[in-house]
Nanobody, 116 residues
Framework: QVQLEESGGGLVQAGGSLRLSCAAS????????MGWYRQAPGKQRELVAT???????NYADSVKGRFTISRDNAKNTVYLQMNSLKPEDTAVYYC??????????WGQGTQVTVSS
């Protein structure tokens, strides 16, 4: 089992920045990728960014050039640096860890609100 704890959400004005953190604990040796997803009210959860153990990253088109995902493997932590935030970035952001045995684990979510 893997447990995930997110932090760093909040309220920010459009054009501002936030950094989300997600710390993993438990069977972290099994993690082969971590990422961030978000869900806005009335919408489906969508991928924001992912990062593999090998350093490969993937971003949603809507955040490319504004968001950066990074990992500190020594701390079992993944970060999401969000710059040039827009009101449409408002959502609950969830951390996800994928394990090599096929299981996915989710954090509890952290609210990000961008005011116009």
């Amino acid at each position: 089992q893997v447990q995930l704890e997110e932090s760093g959400g909040g309220l920010v004005q459009a054009g501002g920045s936030l950094r989300l953190s997600c710390a993993a604990s438990g069977s972290t040796f099994g993690i082969n990728a971590m990422g961030w997803y978000r869900q806005a009210p009335g919408k489906q959860r969508e991928l924001v960014a992912t990062a593999t153990n090998g350093g490969s990253t993937n971003y949603a088109d809507s955040v490319k050039g504004r968001f950066t995902i990074s990992r500190d493997n020594a701390k079992n932590t993944v970060y999401l640096q969000m710059n040039s935030l827009k009101p449409e970035d408002t959502a609950v952001y969830y951390c996800k860890a994928s394990a090599h045995w096929g299981s996915n684990y989710w954090g509890q979510g952290t609210q990000v609100t961008v005011s116009s």
